[in-house]
C-alpha cells in the first residue's frame, strides 16, 4: 500500500491536534502535580499518563487500526499495540518529554509524536505548549515552526555555539563531553526532543543524546532532517528504519548535527567514548 499526500496530511493533522490537547493538559497540571518513581529510577507523573492517553484516543477517533509505541505502559514498561488493517503505521509517542523538569514545575518540555511506516518516521511533531511552538514535518517536504519553514544552522564548533548534551554522562564525565563542553556554550535543557526541535532550528549547532528510547528521537529525527541536519547513531550510521515489532524500549545513542560539524564531533564520539 502506498500512501498518498492527502493521508500524510490527515496525519499531521491529527499529530498536531493530539499533541495541543495533551500539552495543554499537561501545562493546566504543571503546578499541582505529584510524582512518583518508577523502575527504581525515574520520575513519572499521573499526567504523563493522562497526556498518553488524550493522544491515543484522539489518534484512534481518526485511525482505530494503527499501531502505538508508546512511553508510558502498565507497571513501569512500554505501550505497545501493533497496528492491524492494511495501512501499518506506527503512532510512536512521548507524552511529556521533560518530566524531570515537569516534576519541578519548570517548564521546558514538550509533546512528542511520530508516525512510522515501513520502519521510517513520515510525521513528525513536537509541541512546546509554554511557548506555544509547533515543529513539524512530513517526509520529503519541509520542516517548520508554528508553518514557518526552519533550517539547521551552518555554525562551527566555537565559543560562540552551543551543543545539547544530557544528563547521563556517568561517574566520569568522558573525553567527548569535556571537550563539548569546554570549547562551546554546551546546554542540556532536559528535553531530548525539543534538544533535536532546536537543531532543526538552528539554535543549537548539534546534540548528543546518550540514552534516548525511540520516542524521544523519531519525531525529532524526521524533524531536524528535513531542516537539513544530519542524524545518526554514534557509528555514523542511519537510526531508520527501524524494525519496530522488535522494539522494546532499548536505548539509542543518536549525534544529531547540523552537516558542518556532524563529522567533527562523530569522531570524538569515536575516539574518546
Ligand atoms: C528524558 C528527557 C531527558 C533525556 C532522557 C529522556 P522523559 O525523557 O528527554 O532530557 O536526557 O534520556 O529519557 O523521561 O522526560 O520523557
Ligand atoms: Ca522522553
Ligand atoms: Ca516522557
Request: net charge negative.
Amino acid at each position: 500500500m502506498t500512501l498518498e499526500q492527502k493521508d500524510l496530511s490527515k496525519i499531521l493533522e491529527t499529530a498536531i491536534v493530539a499533541a495541543r490537547l495533551a500539552g495543554q493538559k499537561a501545562l493546566e497540571d504543571i503546578n499541582f502535580v505529584k510524582f512518583s518513581i518508577k523502575n527504581d529510577s525515574e520520575l513519572v507523573t499521573p499526567t504523563d499518563s493522562a497526556c498518553q492517553q488524550i493522544i491515543i484516543d484522539k489518534v484512534k477517533e481518526t485511525f482505530p487500526d494503527h499501531g502505538f509505541i508508546a512511553e508510558e505502559g502498565d507497571q513501569g514498561k512500554i505501550f505497545k499495540q501493533t497496528p492491524r488493517g492494511s495501512q501499518q503505521i506506527w503512532w510512536v509517542i512521548d507524552p511529556i518529554d521533560g518530566t524531570n523538569n515537569f516534576v519541578k514545575k519548570i517548564p521546558i518540555f514538550a509533546v512528542s509524536i511520530a508516525a512510522v511506516y515501513q520502519g521510517e518516521p513520515i510525521v513528525g511533531v513536537i509541541f512546546d505548549p509554554s511557548t506555544d511552538s509547533i515543529f513539524t514535518a512530513v517526509k520529503d517536504n519541509d520542516a517548520q515552526i508554528n508553518s514557518r519553514r526552519i533550517n539547521a544552522s551552518d555554525g562551527n564548533m566555537d565559543k560562540y555555539s552551543s551543543v545539547g548534551l544530557d544528563t547521563h554522562l556517568g561517574e566520569k564525565v568522558p573525553q567527548w563531553a569535556l571537550e563539548i563542553m569546554t570549547r562551546t556554550r554546551f546546554r542540556t535543557l532536559g528535553s531530548a526532543a525539543l534538544q533535536i526541535a532546536y537543531v532543526a532550528k538552528g539554535a543549537l549547532i548539534a546534540t548528543v543524546l546518550t540514552r534516548p528510547k525511540l520516542w524521544d528521537i523519531a519525531a525529532g529525527a524526521l524533524i531536524a532532517q528535513s531542516a537539513g541536519a544530519k542524524v545518526t547513531n554514534w557509528e555514523g550510521k542511519d537510526i531508520f528504519p527501524m524494525d519496530l515489532d522488535n522494539y522494546n524500549g532499548q536505548e539509542l545513542k543518536t549525534l544529531t548535527a547540523n552537516k558542518k560539524v556532524h563529522a567533527e564531533i562523530l569522531e570524538l564520539l569515536k575516539n574518546t567514548s
